[in-house]
């Protein structure tokens, strides 16, 4: 070292050593090597620069815990090392703190540690400066001070009065805390709430003058309690008084003249409650008898679809509506099953709502599906009418709104007698913005309807009106709890209308997004349609939607009078270009009025009927009687446009098609237990091109992972209950494996577990996202491609 180095090191030595304060610098590094201290660093802990040297080779963490010496102090090193690393990684310059260090003689000092980060380095390893003062004495002394303020009656502050804040906290006891919880914001909220109190005592305030009021407050729990505040000033801070107040808890005495009232009503509702758990323990325990009947309703149409796909395999037609309809069965009796789990995850606040798109034209059929032969059954009208409908792609949450309007329609027409009629109106609304609308949803029945005191607990879970003529009609009394929670979610409203013996009316209105979908731009102006059905409403919204399309619409009520007018247009060479029929219409249905079309005007005019039931019902009759093509009520535009294209106009059109999936050179990590799970889920992928390779548990998915090239796998599918090693623990490992594709391959949960904790501990084990069982097709290729294309 050259002569001005030494002298530099000289000054700087005397320098560090004249603050008298202990100085050192550190290496950030896992021992926090010390690289230099002054003297007072040395004379703090009581130890010779030359033993430091020795003993612990200047590494801070063998100073912390030394085996050999019987030093065991690891859990102060860990505090410290916590907040040098929360520090870095916050990107702060430094970081204070007051901790324990030991000296040589065994004693404790209590330290306040000031460090700063430097941009200096040493080996790759950061520097940082640290300053360290013994504030054992003022901590003692802060001690000392709050075990006399605890041993007073009540609890203490000291606060500074006036000024912009009216009142300052500087300080308080223990007590206090415990009352008003850490920092003043609940403080603070107290004085709002009693300021008209502390106004009353402002002059006293300003004069410096004792003060002693009661108060109202809420602490820590959310409870009231009063407090009886006596206040004294100390000194003057500024032009500011100091006062020292003392708060006493008299919430008892305050209370006392009101507890015998109170036990009164404690007793009443404790009566009341009784009654409520024992009504409830009685409707839970009739629970599982009521719900076979909707349970056998779905299974019933998957074994009788499975049984006719079987005698029907030559016919492909015909298996895809048995399987469209094992689906949606399916469905059905999946939401059945979880509408116990759903009463659940709502009570809880865990149900989750969705905003997608959906296609009302698609969920109106859905729904019709699966509600239409009970309907059928019992003999009784269906009709589905819309009003107003502008649009038909929204964005909300199509599993929850389907879920509503079945659980309407299956409870109206429950509790229609046979012959009785159920009616479903749509109509659209403006909303609060360009944006939005509201759907206004209205189901009646012309039912048995409802007294006016059940009508006040038809919305309870397990509710059922004791009547006669509904005791065998069995069911699981959630749906309408459930229905109304479901619509107060989607941030809409319902409310019924009945009386006993005349029906009832559900109205629910639900607000909607809409979807950025374009309008539909096709017109056919040239063409001339004359529409055939009973209902006014239904006349009058067809040929408002024909003209939309440009179309001359001509409508009529009557099947003959269609007749009649047909062979008159073909008499007078202005024939029309398609007739569109309503199946079921008095005196002359449908399929009537189109023989008698066909038999007096021939085979060419296209004849399309339109009905809320099922085609597959009178398919075979109907094209016996010469109609081209069906048209499934509701008739949205969409359908009305593509009837017109197809069966009028013979153009080659697809209605509503799937989008397709090619995940051709992805590789895809499948770990599941389940063998048939497994091949399932193997095979659905392996449609889209995906490669698959499969685990059998979360040990050999891991496995699988770690002994595969990098970047080899675009995606991992894991279960979430596995033997030998689940899927949280199983997703930890592999982001922890030291391999750069580790921390960022998509890993998707595919798990039965699907409660909102569920997936928050999914994510919180490194997962991406979570699909539940049973698996939805569409929604997985839509997640898988969300990741990977």
Not at 1 to 25: A, C, F, G, H, P
Not at 240 to 259: G, K, S, V, W
Not at 782 to 789: C, D, F, G, H, P
Request: aromatic fraction near 8%.
């Amino acid at each position: 070292m050259d002569t001005d180095s030494r002298e530099r090191d000289y000054e700087y030595t005397t320098l560090m050593n004249m603050l008298r304060v202990s100085v050192s610098k550190h290496l950030l590094n896992e021992h926090f090597s010390l690289v230099w201290a002054n003297d007072f660093y040395y004379e703090l802990i009581g130890y010779t620069k030359e033993e430091y040297e020795i003993l612990y080779h200047n590494q801070c963490d063998s100073y912390y815990s030394n085996d050999e010496l019987g030093i065991h102090d690891e859990e102060d090193w860990e505090r410290l090392g916590g907040v040098v690393t929360k520090a870095l990684e916050e990107g702060r310059s430094g970081y204070s703190n007051i901790g324990r260090i030991r000296k040589k003689n065994g004693e404790y000092a209590l330290v306040q540690m000031t460090a700063t980060f430097v941009d200096d380095y040493i080996d790759g390893c950061q520097v940082s400066y640290t300053a360290m003062t013994d504030v054992t004495d003022i901590i003692q002394q802060q001690r000392e001070q709050s075990v006399t303020y605890d041993n007073l009656p009540g609890f203490v502050a000291k606060c500074r009065v006036g000024g912009e804040q009216g009142m300052e906290l500087l300080e308080a006891n223990s007590r206090f805390y415990d009352f008003f919880g850490e920092g003043d914001a609940l403080f603070r909220e107290n004085l709002k709430q009693n300021a008209d109190v502390v106004e009353l005592y402002r002059k006293k305030f300003q004069s410096r003058e004792a003060v002693h009021f009661v108060a109202r407050c809420i602490n820590r729990d959310g409870k009231e309690a009063w407090l009886q505040v006596n206040a004294a000033c100390l000194d003057s801070l500024g032009e500011e008084p100091l006062y020292l107040f003392l708060f006493i808890d008299i919430t008892n005495e305050t209370e006392l003249r009101q507890m015998q009232e109170k036990l009164e009503k404690q007793a009443q509702e404790l009566k009341t409650a009784l009654r409520l758990a024992e009504r409830a323990n009685r409707a839970k325990s009739d629970f599982l008898s009521h719900m076979s009947h909707d349970i056998r309703t779905p299974m019933n149409a998957i074994v009788g679809m499975t049984d006719i796909a079987k005698s029907h395999l030559n016919e492909p037609d015909k298996i895809l509506d048995c399987l469209n309809k094992i689906t949606l069965s399916g469905q059905h009796l999946l939401g059945l099953i979880n509408d116990v789990l759903d009463m659940s995850k709502i009570e809880n606040g865990n149900i989750s709502i969705s905003n997608m798109p959906l296609s009302l034209p698609e969920l109106l059929t859905n729904v019709v599906t699966i509600t239409q032969p009970n309907i059928k059954a019992r003999n009784q009208k269906f009709a589905v009418r819309l009003h107003d409908l502008r649009h038909e792609r929204y964005c909300s949450d199509a599993l929850r709104l389907r879920q509503i309007l079945i659980n309407l329609l299956s409870n109206a027409s429950k509790f229609t007698p046979s012959g009785g009629s159920v009616t479903m109106d749509i109509a659209e609304r403006a909303g609060e913005d360009a944006l939005s609308v509201y759907l206004d949803i209205v189901i009646t029945d012309t039912g048995i309807g409802m007294s006016q005191d059940f009508m006040e607990h038809i919305f309870e879970p397990f509710s059922r009106e004791q009547d006669s003529r509904v005791d065998k009609t069995e069911g699981s009394g959630l749906g309408m709890a459930i229905t109304k929670r479901l619509v107060e979610l989607l941030g809409g409203s319902i409310r019924v209308a009945s009386s006993a013996g005349e029906g009832s009316t559900f109205s629910v209105s639900v607000p909607m997004q809409l979807d950025n979908m374009p309008p539909m731009p096709l017109r056919f102006p040239e063409l001339k349609i004359l529409v055939v059905d009973d209902g006014e409403d239904i006349l009058e919204y067809m040929e408002q939607a024909l003209r939309e399309f440009g179309v001359i619409a001509e409508c009529t009520e009557s099947g003959a009078e269609a007749v009649s007018r047909v062979g008159e247009a073909r008499r007078k060479g202005a024939d029309y270009d398609a007739v569109i029929l309503d199946w079921k219409m008095p005196g002359m249905d449908g399929l009537q009025t189109a023989r008698q079309i066909r038999k007096e005007n021939g085979g060419d005019i296209p004849i399309l009927i339109m009905s809320a039931y099922d085609w597959s019902e009178i398919e075979e009759p109907a094209k016996e009687a010469g109609i081209t093509g069906f048209l499934q009520k509701p008739i949205f535009l969409s359908t009305l446009c593509y009837g017109i294209q197809k069966y009028v106009l013979g153009q080659d059109v697809v209605q509503d098609e799937l989008p397709t999936y090619d995940f051709t050179g992805k590789h895809i990590l499948l770990v599941e237990d389940n063998e048939l799970n497994r091949e399932i889920a193997r095979e659905l992928l392996q449609q889209t091109g995906a490669a698959v390779d499969v685990a059998g548990d979360g040990k050999a998915g891991v496995e699988a992972f770690e002994n595969s090239m990098e970047a080899f796998y675009d995606l991992i599918l894991m279960d979430i209950r596995m033997p030998v090693m689940d899927g949280l623990r199983a997703s930890r490992k592999i982001r922890r494996l030291s391999r750069k594709d580790a921390a960022g391959i998509p890993v998707i949960a595919m798990t039965a577990d699907a409660f909102a904790e569920d997936v928050a501990a999914a994510r919180q084990a490194g997962m991406n996202d979570h699909i539940a069982k049973p698996i939805d097709v569409q929604q997985l290729y839509r997640l898988i491609a969300r990741y990977i294309s």
